[in-house]
């Protein structure tokens, strides 16, 4: 408890030395309580796994909006978490959440930009634009090879639900279980994506020329 009001009267400065000595739990209480800085703290420690999960489901485009939209709805709603201990989960579930609507946003303005190039007179070309896919460098830190763009192109190749197992699961490092909870469905759904993910991921390498 003595730590708690520590890191409660501290400024931000003090509260970032706490980093390492504050325990999880406590700092998820204390931000429940309305600690902003403390909540500084519990960003640090995920914004880099959120931006990631983020990137590798929905590319570059509005990943800063999409990052600072997951952390606004945590701190929304971290009052209603009641088991701190899942924290990770839940926000991983957030995550999935907003990388979703941009996902049906992302849908309907292909949808409409379809309907434009249709009705386009003869002969005028829109051009075409892949950056939202394939831009990696607006992702940091850029150093392993499911960042590449080629891979984050074989990942676009996925349906999204397929995608989503094999990010959580191979590349977020998640046990099948906890990707079974924050997409809310059966373990066995998960195994069962997963295997096919993996092996339409390991075709399109193989025709880039990558070998596994």
């Known amino acids: 408890m003595s730590k708690i009001l520590a890191c409660s009267q501290a400024s931000a400065t003090d509260t970032e030395s706490e980093i390492g000595t504050i325990t999880e739990q406590e700092l998820i209480w204390l931000c429940q309580q309305g600690d902003r800085a403390c909540f500084r ?3 640090q420690r995920y914004q880099h796994r959120v931006r990631s999960t983020l990137y590798q489901l929905c590319g570059s485009a509005s990943l800063d909006d999409l990052v ?5 709805k ?3 709603g971290l009052p209603k978490l009641r088991t701190a201990k899942y924290f990770s989960t839940w926000l991983y579930r957030i995550s999935w959440n907003v990388a979703t609507d941009q996902r049906r946003k992302l849908a309907r303005g292909q949808e409409r930009t379809s309907i434009n190039i249709h009705e386009a007179k003869s002969g005028e070309k ?7 896919l394939t831009d990696s460098q607006a992702a940091p830190d850029l150093m392993h090879l499911h960042y590449q763009d080629i891979v984050q192109r074989g990942l676009s190749n996925l349906s999204f639900d397929h995608r989503a197992v094999l990010v959580l699961h191979d590349l977020e490092d998640l046990p099948q279980k906890q990707v079974a909870e ?3 469905v059966p373990v066995g759904t998960v195994k069962s994506r997963l295997f096919h993910a993996r092996n339409s991921l390991k075709k399109f390498l193989e025709q880039q020329g ?3």
């Open 41 to 43: 703290l519990l960003y």
């Open 68 to 72: 600072q939209e997951v952390f606004l």
């Open 74 to 76: 945590a701190w929304k």
């Open 126 to 132: 829109e051009p075409l634009n892949y950056g939202k």
């Open 182 to 184: 924050i997409l809310n």
């Open 210 to 212: 990558i070998s596994l």
